[in-house]
């Protein structure tokens, strides 16, 4: 099979295709199939879940509805780096709402979107395990601590 949408190249549609075909007999291998097409186009565009669901056999209704269940997999494009800031209770007291919207307000994006020119997306994720710093956040799996309104802007300066 082969199929067409700007997000999704040619190659990334011959690994689908290779995903699809690994699991396509196996019964309730659905979300493995989800899982390892993630892997390859990072995101789901509705080509994606239609495309899948006529590989496996099933409803696009199933798929999209397996898709937005699971926090696991992602309706929206990721950003080329993926800010996490952690609303834990330590983060919380100390200020991670006031860094989230912060970032809101510089780039436009709300938590779980992703800014235009997919320079970041934006999360608030539970305790990242650094409380001693908080709050905390983390950029592509580097760790900020005593992130204020203030800084964040700064840190976010790095991460082009
Ligand atoms: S609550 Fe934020 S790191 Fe633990």
């Known amino acids: 099979m082969s ?3 700007e997000e999704i190249s040619q190659e990334m549609w011959s690994e689908v295709d290779s995903v699809i075909e690994r699991h396509r007999e196996t019964p309730g291998a659905l979300i493995t199939v989800l899982r390892e097409a993630q892997d390859v ?4 565009p509705q ?11 099933i409803p696009a209704s199933d798929v999209f509805g397996v898709v937005s269940f699971y926090s696991l997999f992602s309706l929206t494009p990721k950003g080329r780096n993926s800010i996490k800031v952690c609303t834990g209770t330590a983060c919380y007291v100390k200020g991670a709402r006031e860094v989230i ?3 809101s307000g510089e780039y436009g994006i709300a938590e779980g979107e992703t800014t235009e020119d997919r320079r970041f997306d934006l999360e608030g994720v539970r305790c990242v395990g650094a409380c001693g710093l908080a709050p905390a956040m983390v950029i592509n799996g580097d760790v900020h601590g005593d992130v204020t309104a203030d800084s964040v802007l700064k840190i976010l300066e790095k991460y082009s």
Do not use: D, Q, T
């Not at 186009?41 to 789901?44: E, L, R």
């Not at 879940?49 to 590989?55: D, F, L, Q, S, V």
């Open 101 to 103: 919207g912060r970032i």
């Open 41 to 44: 186009v990072g995101w789901f």
């Open 47 to 57: 080509a994606l879940i239609e495309y899948i669901a006529k590989g496996m056999n």
């Open 3 to 5: 199929c067409c949408s």
